[in-house]
Structures are given as structure tokens and as C-alpha cells.
Nanobody
Framework: QVQLVESGGGLVQAGGSLRLSCATSGRTVSTYAKGWFRQAPGKEREFVAAISWNGGSTYYADAVKGRFTISRDNAKNTVYLQMSSLKAEETAVYYC???????????????WGQGTQVTVSS
């Protein structure tokens, strides 16, 4: 079983920055791809960013390219999402996800965290 616990959400002003963390445990999560999704009120959950098991490959949604950075520390089994230049419309619950394959995680990851609320005030 894989467990994921997000932290770092909160209230930030538009244009500000925030760093999310996701601690993972169980099985061999250090060899899994990890990613972030978000779900805004009234909208479907959408892919934000993903990173391969060794950090060698990263993927971003077009909407966040150049502003968000995903990284991981396998010694701590933690994945991070550094967000900058945040916009009010990026208010959402942000979810961490884990999947064996980097090619699958952007669409149907197997394991999910409970989510952390990010609110961007305008």
C-alpha cells in the first residue's frame, strides 16, 4: 500500500509563491513517478506536473510552464511543487499522485493523496 500526505497549502496573494510537499510511504515509492493535479471548484481534476523516478524527466501543463517547478528528494520520499506568480484562477485543491510509469501518471495515476487547499486572493 502507498500513502501520500500533502502539506504546504494555504492562502496567498495573486503574484505570490507557495511550495507544496507530498510525503510518500509504502512499497518502493522512490522508484515510482510522482505528480501533482488540481481541482478547482466546479471543474474537473486536471494534470499540473509530473516527474520521473530519478528526476530526469519532468512534464508540465501548458498553463503552469515557466511558473511551477516539480522536484523530488528520494532520500525523504518527498515530492515538491514550487509555485510562483500564482493567479486567482489557480485556487484549487492540489493533489499529489504516484504511479509506476511516467507515461501513465499524467492521465490515470493509481495512488492519490487527500489534497491540500490553495487559495489565491486577487
Amino acid at each position: 500500500q502507498v500513502q501520500l500526505v500533502e502539506s504546504g497549502g494555504g492562502l496567498v496573494q495573486a503574484g505570490g509563491s507557495l511550495r507544496l510537499s507530498c510525503a510518500t510511504s509504502g512499497r518502493t515509492v522512490s522508484t515510482y513517478a510522482k505528480g501533482w493535479f488540481r481541482q478547482a471548484p466546479g471543474k474537473e481534476r486536471e494534470f499540473v506536473a509530473a516527474i520521473s523516478w530519478n528526476g530526469g524527466s519532468t512534464y508540465y501543463a501548458d498553463a503552469v510552464k515557466g511558473r511551477f517547478t516539480i522536484s523530488r528528494d528520494n532520500a525523504k520520499n518527498t515530492v515538491y511543487l514550487q509555485m510562483s506568480s500564482l493567479k486567482a484562477e489557480e485556487t484549487a485543491v492540489y493533489y499529489c499522485a504516484v504511479e509506476v510509469s511516467i507515461s501513465v501518471i499524467r492521465t490515470t495515476p493509481r495512488y492519490w493523496g487527500q489534497g491540500t487547499q490553495v487559495t489565491v486572493s486577487s
